[in-house]
């Protein structure tokens, strides 16, 4: 094949048919069960004001690097950029549209990054996700978790650890600060000029390295866990004795700090252990108690979580579950009369809500049947001069072993619904 003229940009790309179809089939279950949970889908737009984002924190990758930002036309022109995220985008809304508390929101599609590309790791990748804004209950917390638990369980993936931490609040989180920065730069000179930089921006942040030459410093400095106050050691505890009530198993990580500036209390983890340590977040979340007010809206606690589409299909084939989803199309029109049968035939069988396809071109019926058979679908109706004349179709199993039948017109339908 001649070199494209274009290709997807980096960092994108194609999601085709049939792994268009499992990606929908995921989508949907997720909807099915957050709105079972009593989620309502919030859509927002795809790009924001860019002070939306950096509310997050100015000390995130995500908002100083991975921006992708630019002017509108106007005068003068708006700094927006593409949503990073989804989080801030629902607190703007909440700040905006004021929705009776507690507001549970869920959503999907399209988020972007302007990340080094590798294997799980995109410029525009996708994430479904659920937000509660307006309680700070930990029944809230446990509820969160227990829905991302499940909805991985649902896809029949085994092997996925759940990773819990508290990040303390305001009341106790400065003096745990203190005694991060206190001992990371007494240890300075034995962290990587990255995480020395990444001190003097955010001491929490050197937690999250993964370099070799950090781990030694990291291993040995304080942790948050150390410095709850009792009102959040007290929140702690209820998340997990809900888990453990539902028998959801997690384990502690006192250093998970994840990426976001923003989360207080509660923060979690998926890691999927079929792949391989760069990629194995498969989702995360956390409590943000200060997102909506820092968003110019009332103070309103909120936690909630993002899964990563496209980890979670990485996932799923390195556990070789959730299968691409059948063809939708149940029968291949066969026509080869010249005639508009095969165009009848394909709109009854969609009237009766069987999926029908058929082939173009007036081919031959060797060349039809070879497309019947690569469009996937079990059954084919076949229209040759002699059904014509008789007003019948012959139905041909493509996959099983139920032949060939031939049927009159009326009981096409009846003998389909039988076959599939
Ligand atoms: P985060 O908002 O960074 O916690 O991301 C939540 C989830 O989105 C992660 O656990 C990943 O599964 C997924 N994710 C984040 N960044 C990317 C990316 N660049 N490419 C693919 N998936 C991503």
Redesign the pocket.
Same mark, same amino acid.
């Given at each position: 094949m001649a070199e494209p003229t274009f290709r997807a940009p980096k960092g994108t790309r194609d999601i085709l048919p049939p792994e268009s179809s499992r990606r929908r089939a995921l989508i949907d279950a997720f909807a099915v069960r957050a709105s079972q949970a009593g989620f309502g889908e919030v859509m927002s737009p795809i790009f924001e004001d860019l002070g939306v984002f950096k509310r997050l924190g100015e000390s995130t990758d995500v908002v100083t690097k991975e921006m992708f930002d630019f002017f509108d036309k106007g005068d003068p022109p708006q700094h927006l950029a593409l949503r990073p /995220?989804l989080t801030a985008s629902v607190c703007r809304a909440y700040a905006e549209h004021r929705p009776t508390p507690p507001w549970k929101v869920w959503y999907e599609g399209p988020q972007f +990054?302007y /990340?080094q590309p590798q294997a $799980? +790791?995109?410029r525009q990748?996708s994430?479904v996700g659920v937000e509660t804004l307006g309680s700070d209950d930990p029944q809230v917390d446990v509820d969160t978790i227990v829905l991302g638990w499940r909805f991985y369980q649902s896809l029949g993936l085994s092997q996925v650890t759940l990773l819990l931490n508290s990040l303390g609040d305001a009341s106790c989180r400065p003096a745990y600060l203190d005694a991060l920065r206190s001992y990371l730069e007494a240890n300075a000179e034995n962290l990587s000029p990255q995480s020395q930089t990444t001190l003097e921006r955010n001491p929490l942040r050197v937690l999250d390295s993964k370099r070799a030459e950090d781990q030694a410093v990291i291993a040995a400095a304080p942790l948050m866990v150390d410095f709850l106050s009792d009102e959040t050691a007290e929140h702690f505890a209820a998340v997990r004795s809900g888990l453990d009530q539902v028998g959801v198993p997690y384990e502690i990580s006192p250093r998970l700090v +994840?990426?976001l500036d923003y989360y207080t209390r509660t923060t979690f983890e998926f890691a999927a252990e079929a792949l391989t340590s760069a990629q194995n977040?498969?989702?995360?979340g956390g409590r943000y108690d200060g997102l909506v007010e820092a968003l110019g809206g009332p103070s309103t606690p909120g936690i909630g979580f993002?899964? $990563?589409v496209? +980890?979670i299909l990485l996932a799923c084939d390195a556990e070789g579950v959730f299968d691409t989803p059948a063809a939708a199309v149940k029968v291949f029109v066969v026509d080869v009369t010249e005639s508009n049968e095969g165009l009848k035939v394909c709109e009854q069988l969609r009237a009766a809500g069987i999926g029908a396809d058929r082939a173009y071109g007036g081919r031959s019926m060797k060349a039809q049947m070879k497309v019947a058979d690569r469009s996937g679908a079990p059954l084919a109706a076949i229209i040759g001069d002699d059904e014509l004349a008789s007003g019948e179709i012959t139905v041909r199993d493509l996959r099983g072993d139920s032949g060939q039948h031939r049927v009159s017109r009326d009981q096409l339908v009846a003998t389909i619904q039988r076959l599939v």
């Amino acid at each position: 094949m001649a070199e494209p003229t274009f290709r997807a940009p980096k960092g994108t790309r194609d999601i085709l048919p049939p792994e268009s179809s499992r990606r929908r089939a995921l989508i949907d279950a997720f909807a099915v069960r957050a709105s079972q949970a009593g989620f309502g889908e919030v859509m927002s737009p795809i790009f924001e004001d860019l002070g939306v984002f950096k509310r997050l924190g100015e000390s995130t990758d995500v908002v100083t690097k991975e921006m992708f930002d630019f002017f509108d036309k106007g005068d003068p022109p708006q700094h927006l950029a593409l949503r990073p /995220e989804l989080t801030a985008s629902v607190c703007r809304a909440y700040a905006e549209h004021r929705p009776t508390p507690p507001w549970k929101v869920w959503y999907e599609g399209p988020q972007f +990054r302007y /990340e080094q590309p590798q294997a $799980g +790791r995109y410029r525009q990748f996708s994430q479904v996700g659920v937000e509660t804004l307006g309680s700070d209950d930990p029944q809230v917390d446990v509820d969160t978790i227990v829905l991302g638990w499940r909805f991985y369980q649902s896809l029949g993936l085994s092997q996925v650890t759940l990773l819990l931490n508290s990040l303390g609040d305001a009341s106790c989180r400065p003096a745990y600060l203190d005694a991060l920065r206190s001992y990371l730069e007494a240890n300075a000179e034995n962290l990587s000029p990255q995480s020395q930089t990444t001190l003097e921006r955010n001491p929490l942040r050197v937690l999250d390295s993964k370099r070799a030459e950090d781990q030694a410093v990291i291993a040995a400095a304080p942790l948050m866990v150390d410095f709850l106050s009792d009102e959040t050691a007290e929140h702690f505890a209820a998340v997990r004795s809900g888990l453990d009530q539902v028998g959801v198993p997690y384990e502690i990580s006192p250093r998970l700090v +994840r990426g976001l500036d923003y989360y207080t209390r509660t923060t979690f983890e998926f890691a999927a252990e079929a792949l391989t340590s760069a990629q194995n977040a498969v989702g995360g979340g956390g409590r943000y108690d200060g997102l909506v007010e820092a968003l110019g809206g009332p103070s309103t606690p909120g936690i909630g979580f993002a899964l $990563g589409v496209d +980890r979670i299909l990485l996932a799923c084939d390195a556990e070789g579950v959730f299968d691409t989803p059948a063809a939708a199309v149940k029968v291949f029109v066969v026509d080869v009369t010249e005639s508009n049968e095969g165009l009848k035939v394909c709109e009854q069988l969609r009237a009766a809500g069987i999926g029908a396809d058929r082939a173009y071109g007036g081919r031959s019926m060797k060349a039809q049947m070879k497309v019947a058979d690569r469009s996937g679908a079990p059954l084919a109706a076949i229209i040759g001069d002699d059904e014509l004349a008789s007003g019948e179709i012959t139905v041909r199993d493509l996959r099983g072993d139920s032949g060939q039948h031939r049927v009159s017109r009326d009981q096409l339908v009846a003998t389909i619904q039988r076959l599939v």
